[in-house]
């Protein structure tokens, strides 16, 4: 081949490279309902109280929940710190939206081996979510209701069905931006 037969083979890849390039899709943007889980994101403190039941024993809980962006603005990761009526409570969670099931969608671990997803939506100010899993053999669902007081506080309500069962009280409190 000739230096001017290489040359052009050059050219022509280098504007097929562009050409591609030009054609590439523009990545995905996060759209309203993923915009709205920034009401979430900071760094909030815990205050609730703990029902004694399958989950452990009864009593207050206080601790922290620091919530900032992924990258790509779609999920929220929290992390938590604090003390339970079980000793220390370290969490991680993720908060997204799944626009083909136009649900938010929730999963979270801990320090006790616990780790749960749930799937919610946003009605004027309440947040509902729910989820369904196995513990100690048998079908719990989960209901989590945040109500939204002001853009700087919000409660939190937590019941639970085993087995079918009767809706328990699993705990209930407060979070307040720290400013």
């Not at 900032?68 to 929220?76: I, P, S």
């Not at 320090?111 to 196995?134: F, I, K, Q, R």
Request: proline fraction near 7%.
């Amino acid at each position: 081949m000739s230096k001017r037969s290489y040359a052009a083979l050059a050219f022509a890849a280098l504007v097929g490279a562009s050409t591609l390039q030009a054609q590439a899709p523009e990545p995905p943007k996060p759209g309203p309902d993923h915009q709205k889980l920034a009401y979430f994101v900071g760094r909030w403190t815990i205050e609730g109280t703990m029902q004694p039941g399958p989950m452990g024993p009864g009593g207050a809980m206080t601790g922290t929940d620091t919530c900032e962006w992924f990258a790509g603005g779609f999920h929220v990761v929290c992390k938590s710190d604090g003390r339970s009526p079980a000793g220390e409570m370290h969490g991680l969670s993720l908060l997204g939206y799944n626009a083909e099931l136009k649900r938010y969608t929730f999963y979270g671990i801990d320090n006790s081996g616990w780790g749960d997803g749930a799937t919610g939506e946003l009605v004027g100010d309440m947040w509902n979510w729910e989820s369904e899993a196995t513990f100690g053999g048998q079908p719990v669902k989960t209901k989590y209701t945040i109500k939204q007081l002001s853009p700087d506080s919000y409660t939190w309500r937590m019941e639970m069905s085993m087995a079918g069962g009767p809706w328990t009280l699993g705990g209930e409190g407060r979070e307040t931006r720290v400013k």
